[in-house]
Structure formats: C-alpha cells, structure tokens
C-alpha cells in the first residue's frame, strides 16, 4: 500500500514537473483548502528539502503568508548547515504579524539553531522614503545579504486573494482587476502570461535578484492556487515547488 502510495505521487510529480519546466517537485498527500494539517505536511516537506540541500554558512531569504508560516512551525535544527542565516525577502507587504517574512525569518532560525536578521521598513513605500531608507548603513548592509541568498523560500498567492488581504488601495486593487492578475509572489502580481502587472514598492528582494540564488523554493497548495502556481511559474524564477495533492492533480488538468 505504501510503496503504490509513493510511486503514485511520483508520477503526479513528473508532471507536474513537465507542467510547470521545474527542477524539484514535490507533492503531499491532500488538499490544504481542506485540511489545515496538509499545510504543515507541505511545511515538513519544505524543510526535509532544505536538510537536503542546505550547507554550512549559507543565506536563506524566506518570504511571509501562512505557507511560510508552516515552514517555521515544522522547522527542526539543520544539522549540516551549521552557521545558517536566515533573512526576510521583503518588507512586511501589508500582512498581519505573525503573516511577516521578519516573524517567520526569526522563528526559522530560531528552531534552525541559525542566525538572522531583521528588516524593519514600512511598506509600501513611497519613491522618496524608498530612496531615503535604501541609503541607511543598517538597511544597506541587510540588503546586501538579502540579495547574495543562496537560498530563497517563499509562497505563491491567488492575486486578488492577497491584495485584500493585505486591504491594498482601491486604485491598487483596480489595477489587479483590470491587468487580471492571478498570481503573486514577494509582492509582485503577474497575469496569465506571467507578466508583471503591479508590484508592491519595499525594500529587499527584486524578481531580477532571484537570478542569482541556486535554489529557490515555491511553497504553495490546495486546489484554489492551482491557477496562480501556474501563472506565477511562467515567469521561471523559481526552480522547486514544494505542493499538495489538491494543486497538484488541478494544475496538470487539461
Ligand atoms: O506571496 C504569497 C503569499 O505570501 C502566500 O500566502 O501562504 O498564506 O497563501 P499564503
């Protein structure tokens, strides 16, 4: 029963690979629409695979949303990657607290037995704060960690679910609608096609910087975010998907 169990996810995530041209898919049992305990299957997954790829002295950049959060709740210490550093990807994006990549990124190292550091800005910002708080020693030296990662883990949303949810302006949420935004990711919204229809101006990662991590880790499941995995990957940035049965078996459909 078990080993027809495993073979079975291991055909859903060679097309999923197929689907979506990635390197690393991985696939957990369930649909976490339904179910809030297949979110911390995902979040398990998600850290088995870091044990895997992890070395010691390494930066991990982690985004926010509650996928992350299951990241840092089934977080366990990496033993191989000792003197780790975790960092936030972005500013808070408008998220509740406990929902902020600075949250998860401390909560991670903590159970990681790594380091981190903090990113403290406002956001969204306005052109001349962004400039202003770009120029700061203790900003500018966080960010350059930021975007030397090794590593980056983040969450996929369904675009207009994250704009409310993070209450963007109605001008903003006008321009999500009128672009048909499906996805979005480190505060970017990107359409059908994966292009880019509005991002959210902070401080720290930028989609170009993604370019130069080895690895990086989308975390997203349940049936509803099939259509936002799917857009979001268009673009290409990111190489593992770590998911769930629900996404998995809608996003292959047709
Ligand atoms: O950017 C994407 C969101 O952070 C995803 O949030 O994991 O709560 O769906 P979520």
Redesign the pocket.
Known sequence: EFIKEVSGFSVLEQSVKDKLHVDHVVVVPGNSDELDWVKQEMGKAAVDFLRSILHANQTIAV??????AAVAEMMTPLERAENCMFVPARGGLGERVE?QANTICAEMAKKANGEYRLLYVPDPLSEESYQSIIGEPSVKEILHLIKQADVVI????DAWT?AQRRKASGKILQRISDGNAVS???GYYFNQTGDVIHKVRTVGLQLEDLDNSQCVVAV?GGKSKAQAIISYFKQGKSNVLVTDEGAAKELIRD
């Open positions: 985004t926010g949303g509650t996928s992350m929902n983040h969450g996929i949303g994250m979005e990711a480190f997203a």
